[in-house]
Every structure is written in structure tokens, then in C-alpha cells.
């Protein structure tokens, strides 16, 4: 059992490279995505937050067609860091490839459940804030409607409901369940 200082500088870790390792993926999908929004506060933000690490590895590390691997390699980097630095707060020892595996099966998810999360939102808002112009709401259609347009091609709405939303989600959560719970199995 942890101490009470221990768990909490563990929850400190967590929260910290958890929020910029969001950020950073937040930052990849908007690129990879091409989501775009003039003058948008919520990108502008995004792009300060995670600029000052990225332009460091920019140097060594350029993006291949169109995908940003800069922001891969940190991503990954970051999530290496964070579990080891718990794994020795916590008094186990764990080898770089478990830690590679390992970090690998967490950003899957999070890059997964980013989606699962966008559309839940943008659903909530597409009940409450009809009609009405939203830069959030804006971002989230763009990076939602890639899995959706493909939903909605397999399976039209029925009756006037659009229930594309419920199956991306529930595909989703197979691909986050067969895809990572793969990835675990080597560790």
C-alpha cells in the first residue's frame, strides 16, 4: 500500500502528463483531421499549450504525409515517462518494452475514447443548442463526422431518428476492447 504522500504525487503525475498528453492528441487529431476554424479560441489555445514541446522535437522529427509523427513520438515519450515515474514511486520494475506496449495501449485508447467522448457532446449539444452558431460545436462535427458519414452510409436514419451516434459509439468500444486488450496481452 501506498503512502498518503506517495499516492498523492502519483495523482499530481497522472493529472499532469494525462491533461498535456490530451492536449497534444487533441492537437494531432485537429491536424490529421484537417479541422480548421478561423480564428477559432479553443484552437488558438490548443496550439500555445502544446507549441513550446513540440517545436523542440520538430527539429529532429518531421511529419510524414500529413501525419504529424512529432507529436506521436511525444506523445508517446510523455506516457513512457509517466508510468515509469509511477512504476518507481510505486516500487516496481518495469522494462522499456513493457513501458513501450504499455504506453502505446493507453494513447490507442485515449486517440478511441476521444471519439467515443466527442460524439456523446455533440449529441448532448445537437439537443439543446439547435440552430444556434457554437466554435465547440463546430470542432466537434469535424472531428466526429469522418466515423459518422460512415455509420450513416451503412445504416440511414430510421423513421426520422438518426442512431448513427449509438453504433459508432458501441464500434468504437469494440475497437478500444479487441485493439488495446491485444496490446495488453503482450505485456
Do not use: C
Not at 19 to 40: A, C, E, G, K, P
Not at 100 to 127: G, T
Not at 140 to 154: A, F, G, S
Amino acid at each position: 500500500m501506498l503512502s498518503p504522500l506517495i499516492s498523492a504525487l502519483v495523482f499530481l503525475i497522472n493529472t499532469a502528463f494525462g491533461l498535456y498528453i490530451l492536449l497534444l492528441m487533441l492537437r494531432f487529431l485537429m491536424q490529421w483531421l484537417r479541422v480548421s476554424i478561423h480564428n477559432d479560441p479553443i484552437q488558438q489555445m490548443l496550439w500555445r499549450l502544446t507549441t513550446p514541446l513540440l517545436s523542440l522535437v520538430y527539429n529532429f522529427i518531421p511529419s510524414w504525409r500529413g501525419i504529424d509523427i512529432a507529436a506521436i513520438t511525444l506523445m508517446l515519450a510523455l506516457k513512457m515517462l509517466e508510468i515509469g515515474l509511477i512504476a518507481g514511486l510505486s516500487g516496481y520494475d518495469v522494462s522499456i518494452m513493457t513501458l513501450f506496449i504499455v504506453s502505446l495501449a493507453d494513447l490507442l485508447s485515449l486517440f478511441i475514447y476521444i471519439f467515443i467522448f466527442a460524439i456523446v457532446i455533440q449529441a448532448i449539444f445537437s439537443w439543446i443548442s439547435q440552430n444556434t452558431y457554437n466554435p465547440l460545436n463546430t470542432i466537434l462535427y469535424q472531428l466526429t463526422d469522418p466515423i459518422l458519414r460512415i455509420v450513416r452510409q451503412k445504416m440511414p436514419p430510421m423513421q426520422g431518428m438518426d442512431f448513427s451516434p449509438i453504433f459508432a459509439i458501441i464500434a468504437l468500444q469494440l475497437l478500444d476492447i479487441i485493439l488495446v486488450g491485444i496490446l495488453r496481452q503482450f505485456v
